[in-house]
């Protein structure tokens, strides 16, 4: 049995939100190690490769292209938003990552980001109490927006700003990750110029009038010698503001769609909220937030017995590698009990030196919605079909209208 590019279809949006897990299953038995002249890629749909090529940076890149639109446009998309001189720490490989990395450490720390759990529980409790009085809403702007928007702005130190303008300024960044016309990209980037400017002047005001928080962490924090650029400090405020909001809200709104889809889960849930963690990693696994990452070899290797020669690419499926049966069993099957037994980690985070830095802030904020579904809500029942955005990069929706039963 033979694939084709035309059965694996990764340039178009549709393929990821109908349902491509017949597919991922073939490429796994049939060529886990596919090439795809489309892309100009090697594409990986096993979980061992996927982790394997993740953990081993000093084989495989992501200097020369991260997103799937860098393949498809053979050109580094992401890296042109950022001017000479700043370096995105999504893009770095060890040990240059390691040091752009450890800038962020104190804000990620575990008694940091514990210290924002009251925050959180009163924007979902707040939320819900609202969602409870209406009983039809749209997910995505009544729940998942306007909470992790939220979160995200005071994880910033940058209340200020408007939970629209963390949506504009993230989805302009994360539209980045469609096959869009040059010129539409340069649009965007123009848009983008006013999260550029605040950002500057957030850092610029701090270093005038210093505090103890995440923005004056940055700007004293010294890089080879001297202290952070003022663009470089909104490169990570802008980097943690995107990432730390587009993912998590795609998961508190897949947090929905899955319990509509599987109620007999979110009853077991309700009778059992010990398995309130496990959930809240089934979720992860079972959804996957982000459709997939590319990394170019370094040097000629090999992956599962194919040859990968110098400077070709590879692309990780990670909806593919976290339904691999090879490692979970009846991978299909949405069990919110899964990980309450021992079991390898799904992928949704990564692994290796570019694993998510703020996921134990996206699982601390899926806790607490998950806590507070089971004490408010008996059910959940999907009103009409949701809406999908035209992205090759996250998992996501733009609606989804569904009724909150009342318990």
Same mark, same amino acid.
């Given at each position: 049995?033979?694939?084709?590019?035309?059965?694996?279809?990764?340039?178009?949006?549709?393929?990821?939100?109908?349902?491509?897990?017949?597919?991922?299953?073939?490429?796994?038995?049939?060529?886990?190690?596919?090439?795809?002249?489309?892309?100009?890629?090697?594409?990986?749909?096993?979980?061992?490769?996927?982790?394997?090529?993740?953990?081993?940076?000093?084989?495989?890149?992501?200097?020369?292209?991260?997103?799937?639109?860098?393949?498809?446009?053979?050109?580094?998309?992401?890296?042109?938003?950022?001017?000479?001189?700043?370096?995105?720490?999504?893009?770095?490989?060890?040990?240059?990552?390691?040091?752009?990395?450890?800038?962020?450490?104190?804000?990620?720390?575990?008694?940091?980001? %514990?210290?924002?759990?009251?925050?959180?529980? *009163? +924007?979902?409790?707040?939320? @819900? #109490?609202?969602?409870?009085? !209406?009983?039809?809403?749209?997910?995505?702007?009544?729940?998942?927006?306007?909470?992790?928007?939220?979160?995200?702005?005071?994880?910033?130190?940058?209340?200020?700003?408007?939970?629209?303008?963390?949506?504009?300024?993230?989805?302009?960044?994360?539209?980045?990750?469609?096959?869009?016309?040059?010129?539409?990209?340069?649009?965007?980037?123009?848009?983008?110029?006013?999260?550029?400017?605040?950002?500057?002047?957030?850092?610029?005001?701090?270093?005038?009038?210093?505090?103890?928080? %995440?923005?004056?962490?940055?700007?004293?924090? *010294? +890089?080879?010698?001297?202290? @952070? #650029?003022?663009?470089?400090? !909104?490169?990570?405020?802008?980097?943690?503001?995107?990432?730390?909001?587009?993912?998590?809200?795609?998961?508190?709104?897949?947090?929905?769609?899955?319990?509509?889809?599987?109620?007999?889960?979110?009853?077991?849930?309700?009778?059992?909220?010990?398995?309130?963690?496990?959930?809240?990693?089934?979720?992860?696994?079972?959804?996957?937030?982000?459709?997939?990452?590319?990394?170019?070899?370094?040097?000629?290797?090999?992956?599962?017995?194919?040859?990968?020669?110098?400077?070709?690419?590879?692309?990780?499926?990670?909806?593919?590698?976290?339904?691999?049966?090879?490692?979970?069993?009846?991978?299909?099957?949405?069990?919110?009990?899964?990980?309450?037994?021992?079991?390898?980690?799904?992928?949704?985070?990564?692994?290796?030196?570019?694993?998510?830095?703020?996921?134990?802030?996206?699982?601390?904020?899926?806790?607490?919605?998950?806590?507070?579904?089971?004490?408010?809500?008996?059910?959940?029942?999907?009103?009409?079909?949701?809406?999908?955005?035209?992205?090759?990069?996250?998992?996501?929706?733009?609606?989804?209208?569904?009724?909150?039963?009342?318990?």
């Amino acid at each position: 049995m033979t694939i084709s590019d035309a059965q694996v279809r990764l340039s178009e949006s549709d393929f990821y939100f109908g349902d491509p897990f017949p597919i991922y299953r073939e490429l796994r038995e049939v060529a886990p190690v596919f090439w795809h002249e489309g892309i100009g890629s090697w594409v990986l749909t096993r979980y061992e490769d996927i982790e394997e090529v993740s953990k081993n940076a000093d084989i495989f890149s992501v200097g020369s292209g991260l997103l799937l639109t860098d393949l498809l446009k053979n050109q580094d998309y992401l890296a042109a938003m950022f001017p000479d001189g700043v370096e995105p720490i999504s893009l770095a490989d060890p040990p240059r990552h390691t040091d752009l990395r450890r800038a962020l450490n104190w804000a990620f720390s575990r008694p940091r980001i %514990l210290s924002f759990e009251p925050r959180i529980r *009163e +924007l979902v409790r707040y939320r @819900l #109490s609202t969602i409870a009085e !209406e009983g039809e809403v749209d997910v995505v702007s009544e729940l998942s927006v306007p909470v992790t928007a939220s979160v995200v702005k005071a994880f910033i130190d940058c209340d200020e700003i408007t939970v629209e303008q963390v949506l504009d300024w993230s989805d302009d960044v994360f539209s980045m990750g469609s096959d869009l016309p040059l010129e539409e990209l340069q649009s965007i980037f123009a848009r983008l110029k006013p999260m550029v400017d605040f950002f500057v002047g957030k850092a610029e005001h701090r270093r005038a009038h210093p505090k103890d928080d %995440l923005i004056g962490h940055l700007v004293n924090y *010294e +890089l080879d010698g001297a202290k @952070l #650029s003022l663009l470089m400090v !909104e490169t990570y405020l802008q980097t943690v503001m995107v990432a730390g909001n587009e993912t998590t809200r795609n998961a508190f709104t897949a947090s929905i769609r899955l319990f509509c889809d599987f109620p007999e889960q979110y009853q077991r849930l309700c009778e059992q909220p010990e398995l309130i963690n496990s959930a809240v990693e089934e979720i992860l696994r079972y959804h996957s937030p982000t459709l997939g990452f590319a990394r170019t070899a370094r040097q000629d290797t090999v992956i599962s017995g194919v040859k990968i020669a110098k400077g070709e690419h590879v692309y990780m499926l990670y909806g593919a590698a976290n339904r691999d049966p090879e490692v979970f069993d009846d991978p299909e099957n949405f069990d919110i009990a899964r990980f309450a037994q021992t079991t390898k980690s799904h992928l949704a985070f990564g692994r290796g030196p570019h694993i998510c830095i703020g996921m134990a802030l996206a699982r601390l904020e899926l806790r607490i919605l998950l806590e507070e579904l089971i004490a408010s809500f008996e059910g959940f029942e999907l009103v009409g079909e949701p809406g999908r955005p035209d992205t090759l990069l996250g998992n996501a929706y733009t609606t989804l209208n569904a009724k909150f039963i009342a318990g």
